[in-house]
């Protein structure tokens, strides 16, 4: 969490960082600040809250810079800065606690990603030297520790305080002294470096600044970046100087605007129908070469146990990702929260693949995971919508999903496309096991192939009603959502949708598991949402509902077209095209995206940036 990036060089660097904050405000949103040279000194601005407010106090800092100081700042030929929008993780949300951090004598500038494990140690020992920390931030610690390590090479204090840190972090410095020069430095979280003419670049993701130029350097960790006007110097982990070997990357065609949709999330669960296109194409030309590939058939046929593992949305695609496997190609899979997994020494034997699963190729616990399943002796593949993200290097192969930039903080068009990558590996994995006669294989591929325009046709013809149910059951206290099978993974995806944009609390069960529990929450006021679409234990999940109504509850229930019995049972019924109950999953979650962001809507809320939350976790 926490987007920071840097900028040396022609432009008005305060323009270039703000847009930058832009698109990197996904990574959270609890205020923002920047720090940049202008007229011989560093100004530096703050604000609490998302980036709207932070534009007006720029705004107003512009309004009071008199037209003589503008005008010098036109003729200037470098400029130089660094900004950064916060998830808070240690200080609450406060101006204090916002970056950029400086030291005691406000010489020295810092933003920063990530967490200081260390850092209330690393306190003491400033205090010691007489150095007091003014805000409750681990960053600020870094900032002092740059100014007591200065000796005049802003890189080599960077070097010295990042020995005595522990943790993951990534950080971007700026020094009085040396006003041109910003030096950044990674260790597990994100940092990449942007090349352009006579200017510098340095973001935690590709995307702040791939407008400018599409030429990147890559940071492994520990490496230092010092970046100039004049160019730019990478140091091994080590401290020698490295060639800065440059990639190139395709222009982000992933606009961050909206489109004439009134929120991002609105716009993202349109765009599902081509996110799940794009990513079967993908998938089946990323499986289709069969030879000396980890994915190959003959590994695949060596498959004996799968364990897939991720947090949240990918947790819930991943349940659904086991339903598949299982039933399609007669492996068995273990599905683990990412953050337990890492701490319960999980068995791994001889024959399994680990799949991690992130949107966002970031998420800390999930590669944890990874790193731990590798380490151990499994074949680990990542998947991911993120094309450079760490997962990708933590993994011995990756398959993308093609959902493109998915800005609003509640999953949707991601949690499809994965759960569409996982059915299109089960598939293969079904034929590379012999686990599936072809008609049947090939009745699935075109079912998956139909998946487009079912969900289009869902998304366009149930709107109306759930925006209509969602304002009617507006100020509901509890929800409590209902599946069974792959109806469960959907019942737990769309009351973590609620519960996270609308803040009205939600709990998930297997539908058989009500009556242990969950049915003592149940009364008038208290619907019930159930995931109706798994054929084979349908007349089990009536008789569950019976016991809901009989406690006065009423239901709202996902079904199949042509299912008639469902009606007796529910005061209200979404229907959605039928299929394979399987892949009922990617249409049936459609509804209840959009129940939730009415709902969320209707109580004025902010669906893309809900409270507390940020779009990748990056600290454990
Ligand atoms: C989804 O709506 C949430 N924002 C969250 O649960 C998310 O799915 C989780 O943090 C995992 O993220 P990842 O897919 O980027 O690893």
Do not use: W, Y
């Given at each position: 969490m926490c987007g920071i990036i840097g900028y040396v060089g022609h432009r008005r660097s305060q323009d270039v960082l703000f847009d930058g904050l832009r698109r990197l405000e996904y990574r959270g949103y609890d205020s923002a600040g920047l720090a940049w040279r202008e007229n011989g000194r560093t100004e530096c601005v703050r604000a609490i809250g998302n980036l709207d407010s932070l534009g007006s106090v720029l705004a107003a800092h512009s309004a009071a810079t008199d037209a003589s100081e503008s005008a010098a700042v036109a003729t200037a030929t470098v400029s130089a800065g660094i900004a950064h929008t916060r998830w808070a993780t240690h200080g609450g949300v406060t101006e204090d606690n916002a970056h950029p951090h400086t030291d005691w004598s406000g010489r020295v500038r810092i933003v920063l990603n990530g967490i200081i494990e260390n850092y209330l140690e690393l306190r003491d020992l400033l205090a010691d030297e007489m150095i007091q920390c003014t805000s409750e931030t681990d960053a600020e610690v870094v900032a002092q520790l740059i100014s007591f390590y200065y000796d005049g090479d802003l890189s080599e204090a960077v070097r010295s305080t990042v020995s005595v840190l522990s943790g993951h972090f990534a950080f971007v410095a700026m020094?009085?002294?040396?006003?041109?020069?910003?030096?950044?430095?990674?260790?597990?979280?994100?940092?990449?470096?942007?090349?352009?003419?006579?200017?510098?670049?340095?973001?935690?993701?590709?995307?702040?600044?791939?407008?400018?130029?599409?030429?990147?350097?890559?940071?492994?960790?520990?490496?230092?970046?010092?970046?100039?006007?004049?160019?730019?110097?990478?140091?091994?982990?080590?401290?020698?100087?490295?060639?800065?070997?440059?990639?190139?990357?395709?222009?982000?065609?992933?606009?961050?605007?909206?489109?004439?949709?009134?929120?991002?999330?609105?716009?993202?669960?349109?765009?599902?129908?081509?996110?799940?296109?794009?990513?079967?194409?993908e998938t089946r030309a990323a499986l289709a070469p069969r030879e000396n590939h980890q994915l190959g058939l003959a590994q695949l046929r060596n498959v004996r146990r799968i364990i897939i593992v991720g947090c949240g949305t990918s947790y819930h695609a991943a349940l659904a990702g086991r339903m598949a496997i299982e039933r399609w190609a007669r492996v068995p899979v273990e599905v683990d929260v990412a953050s337990e997994f890492r701490y319960r020494d999980p068995i791994i034997e001889p024959g399994t693949l680990v799949l991690g699963i992130t949107q966002s190729g970031e998420t800390a616990d999930t590669l944890a995971a990874m790193r731990l399943a590798r380490a151990r002796g499994a074949t680990v593949v990542a998947l991911t919508n993120a094309p450079g993200s760490q997962a990708t290097r933590e993994a011995d192969a990756v398959l993308f999903t093609r959902a493109g930039l998915e800005i609003g903080v509640a999953a949707t068009k991601t949690f499809v496309a994965q759960v569409v990558l996982l059915y299109a590996l089960a598939l293969d994995l079904a034929r590379a096991q012999d686990a599936l006669a072809l008609d049947r294989l090939a009745e699935l591929q075109r079912d998956l192939d139909l998946l487009p325009a079912h969900v289009e046709h869902v998304t366009r013809s149930v709107d109306g009603q759930m925006r209509q149910l969602a304002e009617r059951l507006v100020w509901s206290p509890f929800f409590l959502y209902l599946g069974r099978l792959s109806g469960l993974s959907v019942a737990l995806e769309g009351a973590l949708k609620l519960k996270e944009i609308s803040y009205v609390p939600t709990d998930a069960y297997a539908a058989g598991e009500m009556k242990h529990g969950p049915i003592a929450l149940l009364g008038r006021d208290t619907p019930v949402v159930c995931v109706a679409t798994e054929e084979g234990v349908l007349p089990k999940l009536l008789s569950n509902l019976s016991e809901v109504r009989a406690r006065g509850a009423q239901v709202l229930a996902v079904a199949s077209e042509g299912c008639k019995q469902i009606a007796e049972h529910a005061e209200h019924v979404v229907y959605v095209p039928a299929a394979d109950s399987l892949l009922q999953v990617v249409v049936a979650i459609v509804p209840l995206q959009l129940f939730a962001y009415h709902l969320a809507r209707a109580r004025g809320l902010n669906v893309d940036q809900p409270r507390n939350l940020a779009k990748t976790v990056t600290v454990e």
């Open positions: 020094c009085d002294d040396d006003p041109e020069t910003l030096v950044g430095v990674r260790r597990e979280c994100p940092l990449v470096v942007g090349v352009g003419d006579r200017e510098l670049f340095i973001a935690s993701s590709i995307s702040a600044f791939v407008e400018h130029t599409p030429r990147v350097v890559e940071l492994h960790d520990g490496e230092i970046a010092v970046m100039h006007p004049s160019g730019l110097t990478v140091f091994d982990d080590n401290g020698l100087p490295r060639d800065p070997q440059e990639t190139r990357v395709e222009r982000d065609e992933d606009r961050c605007e909206k489109e004439g949709f009134e929120t991002f999330m609105l716009k993202e669960i349109h765009e599902q129908p081509s996110a799940i296109a794009e990513t079967l194409r």
